[in-house]
């Protein structure tokens, strides 16, 4: 497969109004949508939400455009969760969906994701016949008759539905009575039908961040700013707190003691359940090259395996459709529950924790006890050339005898970033001084080769991030 123009791991996503995430490439990539989508089984109609960015109204508009030009309905939702718009589109049997968010980023930015009739993440392969039809100027001669053009209308119950789509989730003889709630919606596309779920299960909920203006989306709140909703829990003696990101596809929890519960911890506290419950599909958890080694290891001692693919969420989902895995996620918060769902979906992720709490009688600090991170330390060093790291005199060595020193309770990353000329040391281990060692003494090997290739003899600056904490 060729290299990607568009498509990342996640959809096209980019500035807002800049290409390519224009309003001129958002009709492209709806006409190529209904094109790809046309022989998929289903009703003619494609479902198409967003999120709360401003810029949302421009791109919704533009997709529409470039659907119905092509002959194919179009199902307007509104805001909605991206799980919420998966799951309207393979309940309404249509041919595909389309979500209009830019996630966990900044206003700035706008994004579009794509569903197949399932309700998951289109292939590879359609991805790439989209960009063949866009970038070949495939589209024009594939343009509807006047007559045949498609129609747009709005399916005002959505939210209703997947209400209660979500509260089906959750066990029949539980409520969720006496439980108070800090719920944090990042001013994104959860901040209606999540606080709602909740209360109508029972809960004593308290909404933060519900307030969308088209500007606020992920600003300094939700997911990405856990210790917010932390402190509110605090002040109101909450028994948890749920922090989702703009499109609610992720989530970070703390617990009564305003300690941050993150995808890791979720994971360890539901694969433990699931077990016991006879229901982890093959007794696996599947996460990435960025989960901590404190969760596999915890996992290992329980018999549980646990399996790392590349980091995103659609490689952890592939590899559970893969082998028929039911669990799986990330740090960050997607978790994937894929006996109940077809995308990560922080609002489900929160209920299945809070049906754990109601199922032990215990509050989560207990609960996330049996999983303890491993301390973190990432270092990053400026390089000049992306040197392949063998090929660094003593580096490999240094590497083998810091594996031989870990004894199979760390680990080590190595890489280069893909976007700048930076090379990445992280390590994990038990013991906070020693993997710091450990990094300090790897990066200077590194930093010292790169500075023999620069003329002024000088070493690239360093930069030290411990994610321990």
């Given at each position: 497969?060729?290299?990607?123009?568009?498509?990342?791991?996640?959809?096209?996503?980019?500035?807002?109004?800049?290409?390519?995430?224009?309003?001129?490439?958002?009709?492209?990539?709806?006409?190529?949508?209904?094109?790809?989508?046309?022989?998929?089984?289903?009703?003619?109609?494609?479902?198409?939400?967003?999120?709360?960015?401003?810029?949302?109204?421009?791109?919704?508009?533009?997709?529409?455009?470039?659907?119905?030009?092509?002959?194919?309905?179009?199902?307007?939702?509104?805001?909605?969760?991206?799980?919420?718009?998966?799951?309207?589109?393979?309940?309404?049997?249509?041919?595909?969906?389309?979500?209009v968010s830019a996630s966990h980023n900044p206003i700035d930015y706008n994004g579009?994701?794509?569903?197949?009739?399932?309700?998951?993440?289109?292939?590879?392969?359609?991805?790439?016949?989209?960009?063949?039809?866009?970038?070949?100027?495939?589209?024009?001669?594939?343009?509807?008759?006047?007559?045949?053009?498609?129609?747009?209308?709005?399916?005002?119950?959505?939210?209703?539905?997947?209400?209660?789509?979500?509260?089906?989730?959750?066990?029949?003889?539980?409520?969720?009575?006496?439980?108070?709630?800090?719920?944090?919606?990042?001013?994104?596309?959860?901040?209606?039908?999540?606080?709602?779920?909740?209360?109508?299960?029972?809960?004593?909920?308290?909404?933060?961040?519900?307030?969308?203006?088209?500007?606020?989306?992920?600003?300094?709140?939700?997911?990405?700013?856990?210790?917010?909703?932390?402190?509110?829990?605090?002040?109101?003696?909450?028994?948890?707190?749920?922090?989702?990101?703009?499109?609610?596809?992720?989530?970070?929890?703390?617990?009564?003691?305003?300690?941050?519960?993150?995808?890791?911890?979720?994971?360890?506290?539901?694969?433990?359940?699931?077990?016991?419950?006879?229901?982890?599909?093959?007794?696996?958890?599947?996460?990435?090259?960025?989960?901590?080694?404190?969760?596999?290891?915890?996992?290992?001692?329980?018999?549980?395996?646990?399996?790392?693919?590349?980091?995103?969420?659609?490689?952890?989902?592939?590899?559970?459709?893969?082998?028929?895995?039911?669990?799986?996620?990330?740090?960050?918060?997607?978790?994937?529950?894929?006996?109940?769902?077809?995308?990560?979906?922080?609002?489900?992720?929160?209920?299945?924790?809070?049906?754990?709490?109601?199922?032990?009688?215990?509050?989560?600090?207990?609960?996330?006890?049996?999983?303890?991170?491993?301390?973190?330390?990432?270092?990053?060093?400026?390089?000049?050339?992306?040197?392949?790291?063998?090929?660094?005199?003593?580096?490999?060595?240094?590497?083998?005898?810091?594996?031989?020193?870990?004894?199979?309770?760390?680990?080590?990353?190595?890489?280069?970033?893909?976007?700048?000329?930076?090379?990445?040391?992280?390590?994990?281990?038990?013991?906070?001084?020693?993997?710091?060692?450990?990094?300090?003494?790897?990066?200077?090997?590194?930093?010292?080769?790169?500075?023999?290739?620069?003329?002024?003899?000088?070493?690239?600056?360093?930069?030290?991030?411990?994610?321990?904490?």
């Amino acid at each position: 497969m060729g290299e990607r123009k568009l498509f990342g791991t996640d959809g096209v996503r980019g500035i807002a109004n800049k290409y390519p995430m224009d309003a001129p490439m958002a009709i492209k990539l709806g006409q190529a949508l209904a094109t790809v989508m046309r022989d998929v089984n289903g009703l003619d109609q494609i479902v198409v939400g967003k999120d709360t960015r401003l810029s949302g109204y421009v791109f919704e508009s533009s997709l529409v455009a470039g659907i119905c030009s092509m002959g194919m309905n179009v199902v307007l939702v509104g805001p909605l969760p991206t799980p919420g718009i998966a799951f309207i589109a393979n309940s309404m049997r249509a041919k595909g969906g389309a979500m209009v968010s830019a996630s966990h980023n900044p206003i700035d930015y706008n994004g579009i994701k794509f569903f197949d009739h399932d309700g998951f993440k289109l292939s590879d392969e359609k991805e790439a016949y989209m960009e063949q039809l866009i970038f070949e100027d495939k589209l024009d001669d594939l343009r509807a008759e006047p007559s045949d053009m498609g129609r747009a209308f709005r399916v005002d119950d959505a939210a209703g539905r997947y209400i209660q789509y979500l509260k089906s989730t959750f066990p029949n003889h539980l409520t969720l009575e006496g439980i108070r709630i800090v719920i944090d919606c990042a001013n994104g596309s959860g901040y209606r039908v999540s606080p709602m779920v909740l209360r109508e299960l029972g809960a004593d909920v308290i909404p933060t961040c519900v307030s969308p203006n088209g500007l606020n989306i992920n600003k300094k709140c939700g997911a990405l700013y856990p210790e917010r909703m932390a402190k509110i829990v605090k002040e109101r003696k909450a028994d948890i707190g749920i922090a989702l990101d703009g499109d609610a596809d992720r989530v970070i929890l703390c617990d009564e003691k305003g300690n941050i519960v993150d995808g890791d911890a979720i994971l360890a506290i539901c694969a433990t359940h699931l077990q016991k419950k006879g229901s982890l599909a093959k007794d696996t958890v599947v996460g990435t090259h960025m989960s901590n080694m404190g969760l596999e290891l915890m996992l290992k001692e329980r018999g549980i395996n646990f399996l790392r693919t590349n980091v995103g969420d659609r490689y952890v989902m592939e590899l559970m459709r893969k082998e028929g895995y039911n669990l799986g996620g990330e740090t960050c918060g997607h978790i994937i529950f894929l006996h109940h769902t077809n995308c990560g979906d922080g609002t489900l992720a929160a209920l299945r924790v809070l049906s754990v709490m109601c199922q032990q009688q215990k509050p989560l600090s207990q609960i996330a006890s049996i999983f303890e991170k491993f301390p973190q330390v990432i270092t990053n060093i400026e390089v000049s050339a992306k040197i392949p790291f063998q090929d660094i005199p003593g580096f490999s060595a240094a590497l083998k005898d810091v594996e031989a020193k870990l004894k199979g309770r760390g680990r080590h990353l190595i890489r280069y970033s893909g976007t700048e000329n930076i090379a990445r040391v992280m390590l994990e281990g038990e013991n906070q001084q020693q993997i710091q060692g450990f990094a300090d003494e790897l990066a200077h090997i590194i930093e010292g080769h790169m500075s023999k290739k620069k003329d002024d003899k000088q070493k690239a600056p360093r930069i030290g991030l411990d994610f321990s904490a």
